[in-house]
């Protein structure tokens, strides 16, 4: 048979590298997956085409991959005759057969006292442990990637803890106490009610069809509703068309533009008002008179000042704010707003305490070098630990900037590796968890096998029995946990508004947080995606949904992943009693390169001021 397989293989034009090793693995796959000659040699052609192999060489490095490929041939041709069979894995043989109670044992953390605390610090060379997320596609379990090199497996990078401090001056219970604390994480989370609020476009829409009336639109749409909201609150006078020369003070509110294609200067500010005030033309606006400021493309704001030749708006004062007791929604009536929130379930008690606790995560969820989804597990494997009532995850889920995606060196459709990687991750972690763990999907523009348009509609998941716990968010998109109000958006807004800021800092020397600074553009201006014109990435499409877009009130949790820098701010808006706080978080990305990133754990518990949050990288 060796004779055979070294003539098929030359009939299609290879050569053999090291020719009794490679004859001998060959012989060896025949045997165990009952293939003839002629199967394996065109096995091996799906392979090199796949792999994009520059020469027609079979190597014996090359035959570790190319028995995965063929494992992964036999259990398709399997799962296609049965579609219900489950496949077991080394993955699942090596759990079984290592099981250790000591895996389920872990120390209960206090409060970091230092930024590189460490959590957990196993080698990857102990045994495997899945704890109930056992699944049936990855990597071998002999091949170590960079990202199983690492030592540290779970850091806490950040930590914010405003829970009050019990106090124990009863040594003797000490030990007792602790025990009991065990016990009590070792329960089953308490279920969550959850309400979708409906904003976005419906799966399978019709998209990239907008006109630039659509455009037109939604810009007006946007400048009128501020100017009425700031209008209504009483602090400022009715809006007077900025173009009218002059010699008295005026308000007037209109959008920040660019005269140009390059970035902001102080030369290039445009500000364009509304058609009912100047008809939609703008004038250049000149803010050498203020101390401070924070403006960008896109930006609806209020100006007080003068322009006494007709062809400057001199500002004296910008607001870049609506007033909290100011609603910006006028045109909704009150009967189409309730129509916007779909009930997906709630709990059966009349009062819902408004605690919460979650995982957030961001993608990619696997490295660089490959496809096993290697964090994604890990995140899994620590969500089986703690039992979050919620675990949030942000796409993109099957990347499109992956190099193998890229290049298409997928054996598989997008479909299917969203299904078999990270569908059925997520099937059999709520299976092992219990059925009061709820799981929250938001695409990314960035899906390979997702629709690339933006608002984005939500995944279209069928999974029997359990589509009550695995819920496919919009994006952008917003929800109620225990009446916690969280909004979510997976593009990149913050390093996009970064990119085309410009802003002066105060003179006397105040410190100032530009993250914060940036994630404060998003309230401020009730909008998920304010910039406009959007970066050329962002495929916005004004005609789908554009209330999607808006934000109604303020949440309570606000979610923008980011390529910048992780971070958890805490941002406050409005003075006096009318006064809100919301806490921004960017878990950055779960895979960063060929290594780990982080993701974030949060414990609310009503407020900011009660909450502990960290920032964790794995």
Known sequence: MEEEIKEEFKKSGFSLDDEEEVLKKCLTFCINYNLKPSDLVSSWEVYYLNRLLDESTVRNAEMDGFLLHLQNEQKEAVVKEEPNLYIYSSKDVDMILNYDEEDLKEEVPGTPTDKSLKLNSEPFNSPPKSYGNGYSSGKPSKLVTPFGRRTDKFVVKFNINSLPVVENNDGEHDHGNLEDEIIKRAQPCKRCSLMVHRLGPEPGCRFMYDKIEDRFNALENRIRKHAIALFASGLYEEPMDPTVASQRNIFAVGMICCDGEGRLNEKSIMLQSSVE??????????????????????????????????????????????????TVAVNQHPTKKQALDLVVESTDSSYVQKEISALIASGPFTTTDNLFFEPLTELLAYAGRKLPQLLVLMGPFIDSEHPEVKKGAVDRSF?????????RRLQDHVEYAGSNVRVILVPSIRDAQHDFVFPQPAFDIHLPNLEHQITGLTNPGIFEANQVKVGCCTVDILKQISGEEMSRNPTDGTPSDRMSRLANHIISQRSFYPLYPPAEDVPLDFSLAPEALHINSIPDILILPSDMKYFMKVLTLGEGEEQRKCICINPGRLAKGEGGGTFAELNYQGSPDKMNASIIGI
Do not use: M, T, Y
């Not at 960008?296 to 704010?321: M, R, T, W, Y």
């Not at 479909?415 to 569908?423: A, N, R, T, V, Y």
């Open 415 to 423: 479909d299917e590796l969203f299904c078999q990687e990270i569908l």
């Open 277 to 326: 005030h100047s008809g939609g033309r703008n004038v250049r606006l000149e803010l050498h008179n203020l101390s401070q400021f924070s403006i960008f493309p896109g930006q609806i704001v209020g100006i007080e000042g003068q322009n006494p030749s007709g062809h400057c708006l001199i500002a004296s004062k910008l607001v870049d704010s609506v007033p909290l007791s100011a």
